[in-house]
């Protein structure tokens, strides 16, 4: 393919004619959070990834920084802890990006479901204790009677319904989180490079060799670094066995399918998360935004194409079957799916996910309410840690000092030169990326007697998120006050101001230019030419879907957008005739198989 992006030119030779002190071998979440902390830091750092950034699991979880309320049943207070700790600090460096919601947990008079009434009330107030939710907050917990929760939310299949646990969650864009990490690197002297595949690492004197395809060229190239980070997520075991690695395999992945619906064939105030109700200890997500609805997820394991995993029939039926189940009324079927997405989840082998797919459910409301009272006095400063984790210790008849029964679920190792950081979820990226600096810290320490002062990672804000985070509406109304003085009409500066945060300075100054390519507002214009020039868009498939998520959640606006986006496109990056058929053809298979077309087809 010929086409001409001078930012990835002069990436490309970047990458060929310096050396590196961290060479990142994937660039989704955890990769671009490591890319952000190493630059910032000082290190000379290349980040690459053999797709589009945010491609695979990045663009494809659930779209939430999730709090895992469901670990307390387990006592696993740690974990909690630690997630709804980190889901604070991402909510500060990326302001624009995670926004607080209310999440609606059902509560049903079922043997096999997760909590009654009385251990969900209880559950809510640790949680809220360990995410420092302020009694006066909106977003306190509260605990609705079947009554109130029939007016709440209609449309619930009430039989058997004795509740309604409501709580503080955040909703989030993972692909646009991903990017402004990556722009925050880059503008720290980072080099990014998407569609470069690491084929081999091999050992260079005291540091390392990693051998890259370029695969819109076929270029093949070596990078050169003092140390290699494997964050490939999903291709983490890929990247140990072209490292000749003696590190066993350790990914299990598990595939997540969601669906997306008009919100007005399924309308929930916000986010629902029930148990499946097929006792598969599969928890459902429905959520709504942008005048849409979305569920899932399905969370079986995988084992075909990693570069592409389809949503199936099979998927299609399950999620289906348990929205319907749980709305009786909706009458949800296939035809009603806008748009989809399927994703891989790169867990450590073992039991166990983020939505808390434990078997163990020992907690009972009395073990719950005595943890509340300890958890009590030590938030009163009563008691000390120590007598905490006794309490914990005796409620799971458990000899571990934190009694938690699911680890963080991710692993940094460090071998040869290169950190291995595997598992993880994308709510504990910023976590994850600072241990894996703590680790380069030592080994440049270590072996190349350099010191490297980590940055404080917990108020470095990404790209975008340079704002008063503790205001954030007030902060982008102004950014959306000042594109309605260009004539950007109120909707789409809000769409601005939400979507770039502390960037839309940078798009007031492409619309201060008035281009406007051929059946595209200004606004439009400008937000193309700014992800081409500093998005690191390079396809039409890279816009629609990752940059400004159009394909899953404004799918009606497609018909009038696609054509003039892939001209200015070829018309911008200089496509040839057969580059620009071979992006169109590309993009139109893509966006079918998320419109589940060939489904429908079957299903006639």
Known sequence: MRFKSSQRIAAIENLKENDFDVVIIGAGITGAGIALQTAASGLRTAIIDMQDFAEGTSSRST????????????????????????????????????????????????????????????????????????????????????????????????????????????????????????????????????????TA????????KISVEDTFTKEVFDIKGKVVVNAAGPWHDTITKIADETTKDTIRPTKGVHLVINQDRLPVPNTVYFDSGFHDGRMIFVIPRANKTYFGTTDTDYSGDYLHPKVEQADVDYLLATINSHFPNAHITIDDVQSSWAGLRPLIGGAGDYNGNTTKKTASDESLHELNTKLDQYFNNEIDRHEVDEQLSDLTSSGDKSASSVSRGFQIKAENGIVNVSG????????????TLEKLVGIFADKFATKVTPIDSTKYQVSGGHFNPNDVDAELEKYAEELEKYEVNEVKAKEIANLYGSNTPEIIEYIKTGVSAPKLSVAETSMLHYAIDKEFVLRPIDYFLRRTNYLLFKSEDLERLETPVIDEMAKILEWSDDTKQAMTEEYTRLRDEAQLKALKEEAK
Do not use: C, W
Request: net charge negative.
């Open 201 to 208: 690492v091999t050992a260079d004197g005291d540091g390392k």
């Open 424 to 435: 993880g979820k994308l709510t504990d990226y910023r976590l994850m990326a600072s241990e």
């Open 63 to 198: 779209k939430l920084v999730h709090g895992g309320i469901r670990y307390l049943k387990t006592f696993d207070v740690d974990v909690v802890a630690d997630t709804v700790g980190e889901r604070a600090r991402v909510q500060q460096v990326a302001p624009h990006i995670p926004r607080p919601s209310h999440m609606l947990m059902p509560l049903y008079d079922d043997s096999e479901a997760t909590f009654t009434p009385m251990s969900a009330e209880i559950a809510m107030e640790i949680y809220d204790k360990l995410a420092e939710v302020p009694a006066d907050s909106p977003y306190v917990h509260r605990l609705l009677t079947a009554e109130e929760s029939h007016d709440y939310l209609p449309m619930l299949d009430h039989q058997g319904l004795v509740g309604l646990a409501i709580y503080l969650d955040y909703q989030n864009n993972d692909a646009r989180l991903t990017i402004e990490n990556i722009k925050q690197a880059v503008s720290d002297g980072a080099v990014a490079v998407s569609h470069l595949k690491a």
